[in-house]
């Protein structure tokens, strides 16, 4: 079935820098991905829709230029928290759309 | 847009008991149904899944209702376990483009207790 890939699955980062988190969709094509942040035993939030070739569309409330997303191939979906603070560090899931919606591993962001 | 309701937000119960999860949605255009479980920092995992021309669907301990008039569907798990013990997430689809783009509800922690 189709696979999504995420990476990395953990990371921990001190406040200032940008951390890149991957999402690759590994046996098909992925036009639309999506990125969702989760706090402990709350849902998952949609941050935005990411579209290949095209600029991602932000939920409200997301910020765009700390949160940036590229989706420059059909495979291939790219997160990055810049300038993290301590606030950004939660667990965030991608996940790619085939005929049906398949979830990546998820991150765990830590910012110290 | 759509807009999914999903009730209770914790639900406790004992090992064997039954556990139903409910929820509701605003669009009548949508007509795909998945539910997801998931646990403690772990993807999502779709575990059943309704279409709108069904009323009813089960695998094993676990099944599915869809009432398209009243626009809600519920989520059942007969003799229940230790290790049903997750977070559930039922959502709405709208099939776009051959595809079907979810929104979800807020998610059910489930405690089962043995």
């Known amino acids: 079935g189709a696979v999504v890939s995420q990476h990395p699955s953990w990371v921990i980062c001190k406040s200032g820098t940008s951390v890149k988190i991957e999402c690759r969709s590994l046996?098909?094509?992925?036009?639309?991905m999506f990125w969702y942040r989760q706090f402990p035993k709350q849902s998952l939030m949609l941050m935005a829709t990411s579209n290949e070739g095209s600029k991602a569309t932000y939920e409200q409330g997301v910020e765009k230029d700390k949160f940036l997303i590229n989706h420059a191939s059909l495979t291939l979906s790219t997160l990055t928290v810049t300038s993290a603070h301590p606030e950004d560090s939660s667990f965030y899931i991608c996940?790619?759309?085939?005929?049906?919606?398949?979830f990546g591993n998820g991150t765990r962001l830590t910012v110290t | 847009g759509e807009n999914v309701e999903q009730h209770p937000s914790t639900l406790s119960v004992q090992e064997g008991d039954s556990a139903v999860i409910k929820c509701t949605y605003s669009?009548?255009?949508?007509?795909?149904f998945p539910w997801y479980k998931q646990e403690l920092g772990k993807r999502p995992q779709l575990i059943i899944d309704?279409?709108?021309?069904?009323g009813e669907k089960k695998d094993q301990r676990i099944a599915v209702t869809l009432n398209k008039t009243a626009k809600h569907f519920s989520l059942h798990i007969t003799e229940t376990q230790p290790e049903d013990s997750a977070v559930y997430f039922c959502a709405a689809s709208t099939g776009v483009g051959g595809s079907y783009i979810p929104t979800f509800g807020r998610g059910t922690s489930l405690i089962v207790h043995p």
């Open positions: 669009d009548s255009a949508s007509n795909y």
């Open positions: 996940s790619a759309l085939d005929r049906w919606t398949v």
């Open positions: 046996d098909f094509q992925a036009t639309t």
């Open positions: 309704i279409r709108s021309n069904v």
